[in-house]
């Protein structure tokens, strides 16, 4: 007779999860259901092969499913309601998953997108002033300058790249905005540390599945890119201490936000050391130009793809502005505007999903998940499910126009839409990134349009973003 210790007598994963199905019958919450996958392996090569066809697998299962990669039981949710339970109403109880905190392990680990509780509050509290309405007002006429220097180099009939074009137009912006640096000089260093980590973080490769000390060419390779990455901005830190620019009682320092990273005090009185302003700089610098980036080529696509979008976001530019330039004050009477980057960010939101963990058990709907779970909300899926949008694979801004907006909010929950998260862990950076959006399209759109030379839509791919797989490159054609 075996002991009763033994591993032959200890309940399976399969045991376990038979008997909380067991108990969901009587009443009790029950786990949610779970994908069939192969012993040892579970659904890691699965996952690994087709990412995107994974995501619909798990959708066609339910509102909330288990399956396993890498050894770690995941929960993927793709029901409004979970999400808002998860995001807002016991946020609380959750934390970035565990895994997420692994894949970014070596990428600004002391910044605000990575710590958790009181760390996070804290910096959270000091960042936020770098955000209000009146300073985003602030930084309005860089984002217009830089997008009308970039309408005047572009030249009819040329061949663009245009993510990459976007790229070194919204570090620009950002760069100069928030740290009052230009950055043409440094602009290779960003953009290869963003192209590593991508790469490392990529869905369907090995790298992502595997620890950042294990010398995969690709782990080698983000580890070069973020040590040039983080003196670079070393170096930029260094510099403003040296021009005596830092201090909080000078009236003739800088109102930036590398100014308020290096001054702003803690409840005890203390600032943050350097290695945590650079963890900063460093999560602005990539998450702060890149997604913007990638939201503008996605705009610029979209409306290549359907020119009578385009006639009407001009019709709108022209009516509103004249021969002004844009402005803070423009963006209400923008409305088109606004709901092309609305729809663009809803068709290809890239910060496609979002990782949290329960630190306890929790009810989501009819289900228990356990504690530990890696949960992951996929906000791609959410906004292209059909129960809240007509034809949701269309490019349709009118839908988010006041009389059909206000006709589907009853059937429309509010996290049906988030593309910048939510909670008190919402994108920090929102409306900087809303009004750039709006104002660089704006700016762009009345002199130059884009048509893409390839076919069809790009394929993406599932990194730290979602981004194209392939150049995004489009003819410019110079307004009459």
Not at 71 to 91: A, D, M, W
Not at 243 to 266: F, K, M, N, R, V
Not at 393 to 411: C, I, Q, T
Request: negative net charge; aromatic residues 8%.
């Amino acid at each position: 007779m075996s002991h009763p210790d033994s591993a032959a007598d200890a309940p399976t994963d399969a045991d376990v999860d038979a008997k909380a199905d067991a108990a969901g019958a009587d009443g009790d919450a029950r786990l949610p259901p779970k994908l069939d996958a192969p012993p040892l392996v579970g659904n890691t090569l699965q996952f690994a092969r087709d990412p995107f066809g994974f995501y619909d697998r798990l959708d066609e299962r339910g509102d909330a499913v288990r399956y396993e990669v890498a050894r770690q039981e995941f929960c993927t949710v793709f029901e409004p309601e979970h999400v808002e339970r998860i995001l807002v109403e016991e946020n609380e109880k959750f934390v970035k998953a565990e895994m997420f905190q692994e894949a970014a392990a070596g990428f600004a680990e002391q910044g605000l997108l990575l710590t958790e509780g009181e760390v996070w509050r804290d910096q959270r509290v000091r960042i936020q002033p770098a955000f209000t309405p009146e300073k985003i007002r602030s930084y309005t006429d860089a984002m217009v300058t830089y997008a009308e220097q970039l309408g005047d180099r572009l030249a009819d009939g040329e061949v663009v790249d245009v993510e990459d074009a976007m790229s070194e137009l919204t570090l620009k912006i950002l760069a100069k905005s928030l740290f009052d640096v230009d950055v043409d000089d440094r602009r290779e260093v960003v953009r290869e540390a963003a192209a590593a980590l991508n790469a490392r973080g990529d869905a369907s490769g090995a790298s992502a599945f595997l620890p950042d000390w294990v010398p995969t060419p690709k782990n080698r390779r983000f580890e070069r890119a973020m040590a040039d990455f983080e003196a670079m901005v070393d170096d930029l830190i260094a510099e403003r201490r040296r021009d005596g620019s830092a201090d909080a009682d000078d009236a003739d320092s800088p109102d930036d936000l590398l100014s308020i990273l290096l001054t702003a005090e803690g409840p005890d009185g203390t600032t943050m050391d350097d290695a945590v302003v650079r963890d900063q700089m460093v999560t602005f610098l990539f998450a702060g130009h890149e997604t913007t980036a990638l939201a503008l080529t996605y705009a610029w696509h979209l409306l290549g793809r359907n020119p009578d979008k385009l006639d009407r976001l001009r019709a709108e530019i022209d009516a509103e502005l004249g021969d002004r330039r844009a402005t803070m004050a423009d963006l209400p009477a923008l409305d088109y505007t606004g709901r092309v980057v609305d729809e663009a960010l809803r068709l290809h939101p890239p910060a496609y999903v979002l990782f949290r963990e329960p630190t306890e058990d929790v009810q989501l709907g009819p289900y228990r998940v356990r504690e530990g779970t890696a949960m992951t909300v996929p906000v791609f899926k959410i906004h292209r499910d059909g129960r809240f949008y007509d034809a949701p694979d269309e490019f349709r801004p009118e839908r988010w126009d006041s009389e059909a907006r206000s006709a589907s909010n009853s059937d429309r929950p509010e996290y049906a839409y988030f593309p910048f998260g939510g909670g008190p862990r919402h994108c920090i950076g929102m409306r900087f990134a809303l009004a750039e959006l709006k104002l660089v399209l704006a700016t762009l759109a009345r002199e130059v349009a884009f048509d893409p030379t390839y076919d069809g839509d790009p394929d993406l791919s599932m990194a730290a973003t979602m981004r194209p797989d392939q150049p995004m490159e489009m003819r410019v054609r110079k307004r009459d």
